[in-house]
Nanobody, 131 residues
Framework: EVQLVESGGGLVQPGGSLRLSCAAS????????MSWVRQAPGKGLEWVSN????????YYTDSVKGRFTISRDNAKNTLYLQMNNLKTEDTAVYFC????????????????????????WGQGTQVTVSS
């Protein structure tokens, strides 16, 4: 059974940092591209970032470039998202998902996605940025 378990969310002030983790099991993690997707309150799903299976290539939506860093440790079957200089607009539930996003997301501009775009989803972790 595929399992993706996110952790590391919480409440942080604007300008602060958080590191999300996603523990993967039930599949060969090292052979899967992985992504982070978020959903802000009252809004749809938005692709945030993805990383190729070997970790050599990473991609980000424009709004998080220079602030967020995606990484992975294939030996530990774990995906990470380091989030720095957080803004109130980063408040959302963050989901760890398998696969690359749809090709249209690589333009960098805000990319709405839906659940069928990715094979497996974690339960999500809440990130709240507020003073």
């Amino acid at each position: 059974e595929v399992q993706l378990v996110e952790s590391g969310g919480g409440l942080v002030q604007p300008g602060g940092s958080l590191r999300l983790s996603c523990a993967a099991s039930g599949f060969t993690f090292s052979t899967y591209d992985m992504s982070w997707v978020r959903q802000a309150p009252g809004k749809g799903l938005e692709w945030v970032s993805n990383i190729h299976s070997g970790g050599g290539s990473t991609y980000y939506t424009d709004s998080v470039k220079g602030r967020f860093t995606i990484s992975r440790d294939n030996a530990k079957n774990t995906l990470y998202l380091q989030m720095n200089n957080l803004k109130t607009e980063d408040t959302a539930v963050y989901f760890c998902v398998t696969d690359q996003p749809p090709y249209r997301c690589y333009s960098g501009s805000r990319c709405a996605v839906s659940r069928p775009d990715f094979s497996y989803w974690g339960q999500g972790t809440q990130v709240t940025v507020s003073s």
